[in-house]
Antibody, heavy 118, light 106 residues
Framework: EVQLVESGGGLVQPGRSLKLSCLAS????????MNWIRQAPGKGLEWVAS????????YYADTVKGRFTISRDNAKNTLYLQMTSLRSEDTALYYC???????????WGQGVMVTVSS | DTVLTQSPALAVSPGERVSISCRAS??????MHWYQQKPGQQPKLLIY???NLASGVPARFSGSGSGTDFTLTIDPVEADDTATYFC?????????FGGGTKLELK
């Protein structure tokens, strides 16, 4: 069974940093591109960042470019999102999701909450 | 960015057919995908590349469209289909999502 379990969220002050993790199981992690998607409270979905299976290709939304870094450790089956210079508008539920056919996202984690507030 | 526009809400009775639309501000070929999100849960992939049913999704769900206009159809609607439905395009960078259509059952 495919499972994606996020961790590392919490309450953080503006300007500070936080690192999210997503532990994958039930599939060969190193064969799949992965993504971070976020959802602000009561709002829609926003794609944040993508990384290819071997980390050769990395993309970011303009809203996080230069502040967030996506990475992965295929030996540990883990996806990361290093977030720096956090702003109140980064407050959201962050999901990791597996990249599948034609850019669809076929499995999602349960999400981890990040709250940026003083 | 490619803006995806969805109607905010729909209400239908169980057993009826419902069509949920998604209009893109520019062409996305057929690279449109649909997700179902129930309250407190993560999104679930229903349809990929406009019309392909994702694994394990009931055949009551179907998708159509290309270019800028896309439709997710549920026929017949069941009580368990109460959820918010999102479209997502992956043809243009960055990938974008629609605002979601909340489906309520009468």
């Amino acid at each position: 069974e495919v499972q994606l379990v996020e961790s590392g969220g919490g309450l953080v002050q503006p300007g500070r940093s936080l690192k999210l993790s997503c532990l994958a199981s039930g599939f060969t992690f190193s064969n799949y591109g992965m993504n971070w998607i976020r959802q602000a409270p009561g709002k829609g979905l926003e794609w944040v960042a993508s990384i290819s299976s071997s980390s050769s290709y990395i993309y970011y939304a303009d809203t996080v470019k230069g502040r967030f870094t996506i990475s992965r450790d295929n030996a540990k089956n883990t996806l990361y999102l290093q977030m720096t210079s956090l702003r109140s508008e980064d407050t959201a539920l962050y999901y990791c999701a597996r990249h599948r056919n034609y850019g669809s996202l076929d499995y999602w984690g349960q999400g981890v909450m990040v709250t940026v507030s003083s | 960015d490619t803006v995806l526009t969805q109607s905010p809400a729909l209400a239908v009775s169980p057993g009826e057919r419902v069509s949920i639309s998604c209009r893109a501000s520019e062409g996305v070929n057929s690279y449109m995908h649909w997700y179902q999100q129930k309250p407190g849960q993560q999104p679930k992939l229903l349809i990929y590349k406009a019309s392909n049913l994702a694994s394990g999704v009931p055949a009551r769900f179907s998708g159509s469209g290309s270019g800028t206009d896309f439709t997710l159809t549920i026929d017949p609607v069941e009580a368990d289909d109460t959820a918010t439905y999102f479209c997502q395009q992956s043809w243009n960078d960055p990938w974008t999502f629609g605002g979601g259509t909340k489906l309520e059952l009468k």
